[in-house]
């Protein structure tokens, strides 16, 4: 069988190999083997902040398995596979030949995706009867959301005008007035401007009298209801950058596991951080036979955290004087790295200005290759992105809790889908999501024996903080600050 195959295979490279082992590689092994042979659907919840090395777990029996295969990858993810993962099989003798890029041969075995990718040969037609193996799923919605992205640039327009001169005047007079719109708008540190479908509208009326539409002209006009817009701002060259994506990408590729067998791992939260996962997997027609939870193993010590009381909210004026002063609290007398997310640019970078005034070149923006006892302030997006290439912190100091922001576009629009609809759109979307992040955020912290710091007022000063407090458990408060011996 498959999954006795595996087994034997995987346990001889780790026993091959020597190194400390993740405790669950038999077990994932197994049951990727199963899933496989099976066709049916698997869904694996990973610990947030698990090692990389589970991968190998995953992919000796894709080596193994006969099966049409399509393994959906990020771009960071396939050049570990390509670099790191693949010479390990090849090492004990195991070949995992993969087709890339766009229209795999029907023969080939395993067909190597990006998610762009997959919505393309969704669309065409040509993932016949391949099974999906989806690892990374707690990125899969968002993935998907810029796989489907529709963004029109100035040469776009041009290319429109050229195609369609008996429409010249008329676009040129839409783009004017969508301009006028844009660039009046007060200028946003994100330079996002959201767009109602009555700034539209006017455009649509006109293309749908228009054929044939140049690339992507079409795929703009079919994203309809269930999708926001807006632009994207060059404050420098006055120009701008239309996009649309869809509220619920799960839902554009519905039906797309029917029928088909499906793996998907991915480091997906437990508990409140859960809710909503179930029914976007549903939209997928994901029916999962199994679904587990692959826990780390106990810790021997809780998480210290350090969350004074009666700390000011961050839109009070005094806020950014009491992070500086704790943060600089906070770096005193510390040997390791020390993380700051701060998800406001330019709160972010005036603390990075305060705190290098007073440790010099220690402290450092966004930066990958910081000192051994260096500060890097940075958003959460950066952080979750990067912390794989960094050394594990001794300390996060969390400035801001990862709650979206409604000067987003994006996130203004799925609000207001629930306010609509008369829901609870704090505790049903922005709290489950900021409770995943700051999860996947803090994680790393409870290998390396850190501290957990949390400036954000709203903790303590709002009745959700006990659900905040509640997701970073096991914790103990630390009620004051020591330096490292």
Not at 50 to 56: D, R
């Amino acid at each position: 069988m498959l999954e006795a195959r595996a087994h034997q295979h995987l346990k001889a490279l780790l026993q091959r190999e020597g190194v400390e082992r993740w405790p669950h590689h038999l077990t994932l092994s197994r049951l990727v083997a199963r899933s496989l042979r099976r066709a049916d659907h698997t869904l694996v919840r990973l610990a947030p902040g698990t090692a990389p090395s589970w991968w190998i777990s995953l992919l000796v029996p894709l080596a193994l398995s006969e099966t049409p295969l399509a393994l959906v990858v990020t771009p960071a993810l396939r050049q570990r596979l390509l670099l790191v993962e693949w010479p390990r099989l090849r090492s004990v003798g195991l070949e995992l030949p993969c087709w890339e890029g766009p229209g795999a041969p029907p023969g080939s075995r395993l067909w190597l995706l990006d998610h762009r990718e997959l919505v393309a040969a969704w669309r065409n037609g040509e993932l016949g009867e391949r099974q999906l193996v989806i690892p990374e799923a707690e990125t899969l919605e968002v993935a998907l959301r810029e796989a489907l992205e529709v963004e029109l640039e100035p040469r776009h327009w041009d290319q429109l005008r050229r195609a369609q001169p008996s429409a010249e005047a008329c676009l040129l007079n839409l783009h004017e007035r969508l301009s006028r719109r844009v660039l009046a708008h007060p200028r946003s540190p994100h330079r996002l401007v959201a767009l109602a479908d009555d700034d539209e509208a006017p455009l649509r009326h006109l293309l749908r009298l228009l054929e044939p539409l140049p690339e992507p002209w079409p795929r703009w006009l079919s994203a309809g209801a269930g999708w926001s817009s807006w632009a994207r701002v060059d404050p420098s060259l006055l120009q701008w950058n239309l996009l649309r994506q869809p509220l619920e990408p799960l839902g554009e590729l519905t039906g797309l596991l029917v029928g088909r067998g499906a793996v998907l791992i991915g480091e997906l939260a437990t508990g409140r951080a859960a809710e909503g996962q179930p029914a976007a997997a549903a939209a997928l027609g994901l029916e999962p036979a199994v679904v587990l939870d692959l826990a780390d193993p106990p810790l021997s010590d809780p998480l210290p955290l350090f969350a004074p009381l009666r700390q000011p909210l961050p839109n009070s004026p005094q806020y950014a004087q009491h992070l500086l002063e704790q943060s600089r609290r906070l770096v005193l007398g510390q040997s390791g790295l020390t993380v700051v997310l701060i998800d406001d640019s330019a709160l972010c970078l005036g603390l990075a200005s305060g705190l290098a005034a007073e440790f010099g070149s220690r402290v450092c923006h966004q930066n990958t290759s910081p000192e051994s006892n260096g500060v890097v302030c940075c958003s959460w997006s950066w952080w979750l992105e990067h912390q794989p290439r960094l050394p594990l912190p001794c300390q996060v100091v969390v400035g801001l809790l990862p709650i979206a922001s409604l000067e987003d576009p994006l996130t203004a629009a799925r609000v207001g889908v629930l306010r609509q609809q008369g829901r609870d759109w704090f505790r049903e979307l922005l709290l489950p999501e900021a409770l995943n992040r700051l999860q996947r955020g803090v994680a790393g912290l409870r290998r390396s024996g850190g501290r957990l710091a949390v400036l954000d007022g709203r903790l303590r000063g709002r009745s959700w903080g006990r659900l905040v407090f509640t997701a970073l458990e096991p914790w103990v408060e630390l009620s004051r600050l020591r330096p490292d011996p």
